[in-house]
């Protein structure tokens, strides 16, 4: 999960839950929109038209977490979704050298399309040159690759506006609370990943600007284990809270736990990614855990759509632009009890 701080001019989507049928289905066009009613026209909300046949390949990184799992299971149920469409999924690996010996394989068997999204986008980068040097389009998934030359189309998450949008929901609720000067903690993830440094960015300067500053912070390591420990040392030099971030909903389930095994809840939490049982608490409100900020493996679904699009050289639709952006960003929105609703379909199982 990962952002290339040179990458600034990216195409916003509205928000995480857009469905990428709803939005990547046809390309513009000059003609008059059809009838609701006309026999060959998909209804409203379904997806396009079969094209012409399209053999994506897929390689990504072991499902070895909830929000990683996800990506893969998203990528999958999209491409079922087109009759069009055939998959070509190597089997997820953290060895990058693995890995960049699966996307030769999938470049040698010439499929159309090629989604990457690499363990290690540095080490990842040769191997999407090469795949476009052969004339493959890649679309680079998430943690991007060092130079575009190696990539058509990069979609991914906005590791620093997700700090931001924590923050700033944060700072609104302590004032809301009429609190001057909160003790806010963060419990973020791994601390030498790019990732997590946008995101404690994010988050320190959203609440600078109204005026408040991170108290305690711990480091994890994006695993219930690792939350578990992490939040139960944070709590031990932290006997008073009003707010607590973190940023990984899979290191949540053990922040959770760590919270009620100290009997701690008089704080304000919010979680971070979007997962289902994050959602579920959010919406039973019957603890401190009150939002969580996205950072959507729905992402996954999308591009599989843009790689459809682009195998049968389609636009967006609604676009004006013929060809598909050549960055997307997916939106953090802010999930609560009062929108949790309209959110659950894109929740993750940690």
């Known amino acids: 999960m990962t952002e290339n701080p040179m990458l600034r001019r990216r195409f916003l989507l509205g928000g995480a839950a857009v469905g990428a049928g709803a939005l990547l289905t046809a390309c513009t066009s000059n003609e008059a929109p059809a009838r609701a009613n006309d026999a060959d026209v998909a209804p409203a909300g379904d997806h396009a038209k079969p094209?012409?046949?399209?053999?994506?390949?897929?390689s990504a990184p072991a499902a070895d977490h909830g929000w990683m799992a996800a990506m893969t299971k998203n990528a999958k149920a999209q491409a079922a979704k087109f009759s069009e469409v055939k998959l070509n999924a190597t089997e997820g690996t953290n060895d990058v050298n693995q890995q960049i010996s699966q996307v030769e394989t999938l470049i040698n068997a010439k499929v159309d399309v090629l989604v990457i999204l690499?363990?290690?986008?540095?080490?990842l980068t040769a191997a999407g040159q090469q795949a476009m040097d052969a004339g493959i389009p890649v679309i680079n998934l998430d943690r991007v690759f060092d130079t575009p030359l190696a990539y058509r189309t990069w979609i991914g998450g906005d590791n620093y506006r997700m700090g931001v949008n924590a923050g700033s929901y944060v700072a609104q609720q302590m004032k809301a609370k009429n609190i001057g000067n909160p003790i806010i903690g963060e419990v973020a993830g791994i601390?030498?990943?790019p990732l997590t440094q946008d995101r404690s960015r994010g988050f320190k300067d959203a609440l600078a600007r109204q005026g408040f500053k991170v108290g305690p912070r711990v480091s994890a390591q994006f695993t219930p284990e690792s939350g578990e420990q992490q939040t139960s040392n944070l709590l031990q030099s932290a006997p008073k809270l009003d707010a607590l971030w973190n940023h990984d909903d899979d290191q949540g389930v053990g922040v959770v736990a760590a919270l009620s095994n100290a009997g701690r809840g008089e704080f304000l939490m919010v979680g971070g990614a979007g997962s289902k049982n994050a959602m579920d608490l959010i919406k039973a409100d019957s603890?401190?855990?009150k939002a969580t900020v996205l950072y959507s493996p729905s992402m996954a679904s999308s591009a599989i759509a843009l790689a459809r699009l682009l195998g049968q050289g389609q636009g967006a639709a609604d676009f004006a632009e013929h060809e598909i952006p050549?960055?997307?960003?997916?939106?953090s929105a802010v999930v609560t009890k009062e929108n949790v609703a309209q959110y659950l379909d894109v929740g993750f199982e940690s």
């Open 326 to 331: 050549a960055e997307i960003t997916t939106y």
């Open 191 to 193: 601390d030498s990943l």
């Open 118 to 123: 690499p363990f290690d986008g540095k080490a």
């Open 51 to 58: 094209g012409k046949p399209v053999t994506i390949g897929f």
């Open 287 to 289: 603890g401190p855990l």
